[in-house]
């Protein structure tokens, strides 16, 4: 049976099952003829990638819906029943459209499967879920998200009892038991008064918040600086890009003694159309357009945005000639390691164990700072939850201490109450840090340009091509399969040095489909298959003694590489 075939059989079954209510055979019927949209929507189940399940709102098996978080639900149910005895879950919800009725749908299956479900009874930053579930004990978590996709998306990450994401080999036993569930009648579901009457539905609030906002600010390396006026004569825009940051980061960034905050008015509030922004990421210059020309009117020194779930943070500074300048993911990481650690052993309170981790794609810029202050620096595949695994792993053993963990996608996390990327710590660190060098006369865009003397003229770069659709996942798997097939000899007159095939298990690493060339003058290029959009990310990295000079590379390196993928897209 052909794929539109399967997918044409699957959307007959929807419309003619009686637990799928009218309003969504009603949108089905609405694309009846439509062979290609038919089999977009069918042609597979959502998949758990690196974030989760996560995919475009609407009715079908490849679509986020009620019937596909119930069904998601019900397999992660059976999955944590088989476990353990009383199993209980704490679940939080972005700003996105249908998060909190998705949120509530999730409580009562696991409510009906008789597993004690605390929820919060309105948006949470992703991290405070993580922090939520180490803090109550629970088994599980689930958050309701799709962090920085389009406005279309919502997704549903899952956590184990450690607070991060299910890895491999717990994604692998949840997916099992999810594809199990044979059809919706198996979805066990009781109402809000009953799974309230029964204890089985526990809402969180006020106190559960002040413990995350203390605990976040006790990461603080400097607040008696910063309480004593350093913190108040940094100027400081932040937006959460209409998400879950707002009151968090203002709370925390309060608590450590920087007051001078103004907030971008226009994208306070939640709202899952980001209507303000063609995408609430703060990865993109666009998603700060209000808040520069604020900062602009203002004079800020610093501008902090957040994407709708709080887990990542970008920061824009401003340059030698006055211009704000949003940093890269490895830039902002690179500052922070090096804020961290030079404190650390300012104060003799660097351990001799101390780690930082990030990941494959991420730049080897922070690697090199840290191991100049005297840390190991270990490298994960892409994905938070690899860094979690590894935190967790330390913990146990004793054999490491970690210092920061951080990816070039905007992700950082310090202390070790959470197990995920957390936007409310990096909101403050950055600030904190930029606090700190403002007392000594230094923006922090004065820092990065010590470090580059330092350590080299790092620069990064990331090319991605979208792919909807049957045919996109097609062009995505050819795309690496030619790469792996035939690679590359060289690249912007560069000969390669080392291939990297991920996929075959390399250092120890779990399984990944990630391809890494290594060329024969420090530079490398990457290329991975996004594990929650239709995408395939092509990553890039060049070392120089100029930042001219690394420009020029990374131009170069990017325009020979991207040649051949688009001519294969």
């Not at 919060?120 to 109550?136: C, H, K, N, Y």
């Not at 997704?155 to 569930?181: N, R, T």
């Not at 981790?357 to 938070?384: N, Q, R, W, Y």
Request: hydrophobic fraction near 40%; aromatic fraction near 8%; glycine fraction near 10%.
């Amino acid at each position: 049976m052909s794929v539109t075939e399967i997918a044409s059989e699957r959307y007959q079954a929807w419309l003619n099952d009686p637990l799928i209510d009218e309003a969504t055979k009603a949108e089905l019927r609405s694309i009846a003829g439509d062979e290609k949209e038919i089999t977009d929507r069918f042609y597979r189940d959502l998949e758990f990638g690196t974030g989760g399940l996560r995919g475009v709102m609407g009715a079908g098996t490849n679509r986020l819906n009620a019937y596909t978080v119930g069904k998601a639900t019900q397999g992660l149910g059976n999955w944590l029943l088989a476990q353990n005895d009383k199993p209980s879950v704490v679940i939080a919800h972005d700003s996105r459209n249908n998060s909190p009725e998705f949120t509530l749908e999730a409580a009562l299956v696991l409510a009906g499967n008789g597993i004690k479900t605390y929820l919060f009874p309105s948006l949470r930053p992703t991290p405070q879920l993580s922090f939520a579930v180490r803090e109550l004990g629970a088994s599980g978590g689930v958050v309701i998200t799709a962090s920085h996709n389009p406005p279309e998306y919502n997704g549903y990450k899952a956590y184990g009892p450690e607070g991060c994401q299910l890895v491999p080999h717990e994604a692998e036993q949840a997916i099992a038991a999810i594809q199990k569930v044979a059809s919706f009648s198996e979805i066990k579901r009781i109402s809000r008064e009953d799974a309230e009457a029964q204890g089985l539905l526990v809402w969180l609030g006020d106190k559960e918040d002040r413990e995350f906002v203390e605990t976040v600010a006790a990461q603080s390396l400097n607040s008696d600086l910063l309480k004593q006026g350093a913190g108040a004569d940094l100027n400081v825009i932040f937006t959460p890009l209409h998400g879950t940051g707002n009151h968090p980061v203002r709370d925390v960034l309060k608590e450590i003694g920087i007051s001078n905050v103004s907030v971008v008015a226009e994208q306070e509030q939640p709202d899952g159309y980001f209507s303000t922004v063609k995408s609430p990421n703060p990865e993109e210059r666009e998603a700060f357009t209000l808040a520069i020309r604020q900062a602009q009117e203002q004079g800020a020194d610093l501008i902090i945005g957040t994407d709708p779930d709080a887990d990542r943070m970008g920061a824009v500074v401003k340059n030698n000639k006055g211009e704000y300048v949003v940093l890269s993911g490895n830039q902002s990481g690179a500052i922070m390691v090096n804020y961290v650690l030079s404190q650390l052993k300012e104060r003799g309170q660097l351990p001799a164990n101390g780690v930082v981790i990030k990941t494959i794609v991420t730049s080897e810029m922070g690697a090199d700072i840290a191991k100049a202050h005297g840390a190991e620096v270990i490298d994960t595949l892409t994905g938070f939850k690899y860094i979690g695994e590894k935190m967790t792993e330390f913990e146990k053993s004793g054999s490491h201490t970690f210092l920061f963990g951080y990816e070039e996608s905007y992700g950082y996390l310090t202390g070790t109450y959470a197990r995920d990327k957390d936007a409310v710590v990096a909101a403050m660190l950055i600030a904190e840090a930029a606090a700190f060098y403002k007392h000594q006369g230094k923006t922090l865009y004065d820092v990065l340009l010590e470090l580059y003397a330092q350590y080299g003229a790092y620069l990064e770069g990331l090319e991605s091509r979208t792919l909807k659709g049957l045919d996109g996942v097609q062009k995505i798997g050819a795309i690496m399969d030619n790469f792996r097939s035939t690679p590359p000899q060289e690249a912007a007159g560069v000969k390669v040095a080392e291939v990297l095939d991920y996929s075959l298990g390399l250092d120890g690493l779990p399984k990944e489909n990630v391809l890494k060339y290594l060329l024969e003058d420090g530079s490398w290029f990457t290329l991975r298959p996004s594990g929650t959009e239709p995408k395939i990310k092509v990553y890039f990295a060049v070392r120089s003694d100029s930042q001219d000079k690394a420009e020029a590379a990374l131009e170069s390196l990017r325009s020979s590489v991207m040649q051949r993928v688009d001519s294969l897209a």
